[in-house]
């Protein structure tokens, strides 16, 4: 077995080893980070050797992935991966899984095949009536045709009711069974992973102004919380605001600058909420002298610019949906949260991003973030290294026609509080930016037609969760 192996991977090695003498399927969670990929290559190559297997085919859920997949499967084999004639196997997103010709999945009647399916929390279902579309292309092509299969999670839960494909639940419970699991507690402890160190961003006296008809009324908030639970101010209006993203910037810029002292090959990565947002990010660093570089759905070339930025010095990578799972830049240690989503299943996956260790001084991980009451009850739950919880599924009968849906206690979902696994999706209206040192912004609420300004005052708080 190849040395440079970490202890978990090479236990979870031996265990599938072990595990596919008697069964065809094998269910491996680990921490983001932690290194599924060279794990599950050098599996494959275990099989290859042990003459088990005759291909591979490796399955993820974006072309980013799936991009990491083929490099580290060709290096770890020590043969093409791509595909073609000759090659071993080959790598696809499962967007692709439909569109691949009958021939293609004869590959299964006639040969051996190891199928690998990464972040498969993406593929629900058991059976062709509560799956979607990628987890029907698992149980058609797949399931029972290849001669071992395993399936890779960080993050093993689904926000809706379904199952994940391939996965095994105990009964009555409903627990999801791990064949092996390796958590982000003990790869801190193992020196795997770094430590999270999470700041929340708080302002002392928050002035909200609404204007209604020719009355202004104006009131006080001891916090972001309260001014988010008791005023029409949203969320991603916040993140929006230009002193908002002045003061998480700045406070991430001083974090990163620090340890660039130690790395000066250490990066960060900025969330952002859309493409306009991220340009509004981008134009905020670069006016602070910073070096960015701006990857979203719309980019050209975008995993080529991905790859630039991973072996560049650049200090900054602002992305829009694009580094959250799965892909792999190692020098990335400063993360600035200003995505509107918050749910369990992005907020580890994009603190992730930020977690995998590349030498001996860089044992810890920072995020930056506003105290907004999901993301800080998430943030506290890192403590906890993924909840049991998380990982049951419980049915009860579908709410009654005409019925809210969250009206129904314990309704089907994967457990957790379902407030926090909600996605802030409000549609807002353009904002416009007033001058001045408060930096207030103008919205109009399209329900009321009222307009409100916020304001900041100078008393900002941090928070600091150092979680392990």
């Known amino acids: 077995m190849n040395k440079q192996l970490r202890n978990w991977q090479r236990q979870c090695v031996d265990t599938a080893l072990e595990h596919y003498l008697r069964a065809s399927h094998f269910f491996c969670q680990a921490t983001p980070g932690a290194g599924k990929t060279r794990m599950a290559a050098e599996l494959a190559s275990r099989l290859l050797e042990q003459d088990r297997i005759d291909l ?43 569109y691949r010709s009958e021939a293609f999945w004869t590959l299964l009647d006639d040969y051996r095949v190891f199928a690998v399916f990464d972040e498969i929390h993406h593929c629900a279902g058991h059976d062709m009536v509560l799956s979607n579309a990628w987890g029907q292309q698992i149980l058609q092509r797949i399931q029972d045709k290849a001669a071992f299969t395993l399936a890779l999670s960080g993050t093993p839960w689904r926000s809706d009711d379904r199952p994940i494909a391939l996965a095994r639940y105990s009964s009555p419970e409903g627990r999801l069974i791990c064949d092996y699991r390796y958590g982000m507690q003990q790869a801190v402890a193992d020196g795997v992973c770094r430590s999270p160190r999470i700041v929340l961003l708080d302002n002392q006296k928050v002035r909200f102004t609404e204007e209604l008809d020719t009355e202004n009324i104006v009131r006080t908030f001891p916090n972001i919380a309260t001014l988010l639970g008791e005023s ?114 992005h907020y580890r996956q994009v603190l992730g991003r930020v977690l995998r260790r590349t030498g001996q001084s860089d044992d810890e991980a920072w995020l930056f973030m506003l105290a907004e009451p999901t993301l800080q009850c998430l943030a506290e739950r890192i403590a906890d290294d993924l909840p049991e919880d998380l990982a049951v599924l419980s049915r009860v009968p579908m709410p009654a026609p005409g019925s809210s849906l969250d009206s129904v206690p314990g309704r089907a979902s994967v457990v957790g509080n379902e407030d926090q696994a909600k996605t802030h999706m409000d549609t807002l209206s353009p904002l416009k930016f007033e001058g001045g040192a408060t930096s207030i912004f103008t919205s109009k609420d399209l329900s009321t037609q009222s307009n409100h300004q916020v304001s900041f005052s100078k008393h900002y708080r941090q928070q600091l969760l150092a979680c392990f």
Request: net charge neutral; hydrophobic share 45%; with cysteine.
């Open 56 to 98: 591979v085919l490796c399955f993820a859920p974006s072309c980013q992935v799936v991009e990491g997949l083929r490099s580290s499967f060709c290096t770890v084999l020590g043969r093409r991966f791509d595909g073609q004639l000759g090659a071993v196997g080959a790598a696809f997103t499962y967007q692709a899984m439909e």
């Open 232 to 345: 029409p101010v949203t969320y991603e209006e916040l993140l929006r605001h230009d002193e908002v993203v002045d003061q998480l910037l700045d406070l991430a810029r001083a974090k990163l600058n620090e340890l660039r002292l130690l790395d000066p090959d250490a990066a960060g990565l900025v969330v952002a909420t859309d493409i306009v947002h991220a340009h509004q990010v981008a134009k905020a660093l670069k006016a602070k002298g910073e070096s960015c570089q701006l990857v979203t759905n719309k980019t050209p070339d975008a995993q080529r610019v991905i790859n630039l930025f991973r072996r560049s010095h650049c200090q900054w990578i602002i992305a829009v949906g694009m580094i959250s799972e799965g892909t792999d830049i190692p020098r990335l240690q400063v993360c600035c949260y200003l995505s509107r989503i918050r749910t369990e299943l």
